[in-house]
């Protein structure tokens, strides 16, 4: 089979992104796995599929490498974007995700803002917090967060008894009143990734637990996020994230069976 697909990147967080308004295309674990591959494949941290709903203005189906599917926070404003270009969204969309549906903005500035479903429960764990953002996540605020051993203790958190479906992991150093450096192991990509936008919007609302207020400004090594919220006596409510997403090139693959 072959695919035609565009490559978005979103701070460094990159896909594959797919029209697939025709329903032919929907990857298994293998397929899912050789398209994320750097070498054989196109290189991605995920595989996104757009499709028509009847429910929103689109939907979306996003795939980690190895083929489990969860939200992305970068992944929806990348396929927001292409959306856009597909004649599905205008500057003001609703889209159709793994945890519902959600709201979708183009600002001024070019950058993409979505809505995120509401946070409830954050639970202290070991040295740090527990929250689901539409993907779990585990946040740790470290010091010196360049040097810190992301890869080796975000598996070991990972795959931590814990947390029973697995877990991504954060590790985030404070830079002041509204900003903070991040670095996320993910899960299903099982490695560092230059972004993560669902981590990023669970370590914005962590970093209240210290005081911090809404908006925060997240520096992750592929580029900047913004996260803002209503911290409520019941959790957290009016989440929104916003970044850049940007398409890098498209092009057609052969693909496994």
Request: aromatic share 12%; proline share 4%; with cysteine.
């Amino acid at each position: 089979m072959k695919l035609r697909f565009y490559k978005y990147q979103a701070a460094g967080n990159d896909f594959v992104v797919v029209d697939n308004r025709d329903q032919q295309f929907f990857p298994n674990a293998k397929q899912a796995s050789f398209l994320c591959d750097r070498r054989f494949g196109v290189g991605a941290d995920g595989v996104i599929l757009v499709d028509r709903n009847n429910a929103a203005d689109f939907s979306i189906r996003y795939y980690n490498p190895d083929g489990t599917q969860s939200l992305c926070g970068n992944g929806c404003r990348s396929a927001v974007a292409l959306a856009r270009q597909l004649g599905l969204a205008g500057t003001a969309s609703t889209f159709s995700a793994y945890d519902g549906i959600h709201k979708a903005e183009w600002l001024e500035d070019k950058n993409i803002r979505i809505q995120m479903n509401d946070v409830g429960e954050v639970k202290t764990v070991y040295d740090g917090y527990y929250l689901d953002t539409g993907s779990p996540h585990f946040v740790r605020f470290v010091k010196s967060v360049e040097d810190y051993p992301v890869v080796e203790e975000g598996r070991k958190l990972r795959y931590d008894s814990i947390f029973p479906h697995g877990a991504n992991a954060n590790f985030v150093e404070v830079v002041d009143d509204h900003t903070l450096t991040i670095r996320t192991y993910e899960r299903g990509v099982e490695q560092e990734t230059l972004a993560c936008g669902t981590g990023a919007t669970a370590t914005a609302i962590a970093a209240t637990f210290l005081g911090m207020k809404s908006p925060v400004t997240l520096k992750a090594r592929g580029g900047i996020l913004n996260v803002g919220f209503d911290h409520r006596p019941n959790g957290f409510t009016n989440i929104y994230l916003s970044g850049p997403a940007k398409l890098v090139f498209e092009g057609q693959i052969e693909l496994p069976e």
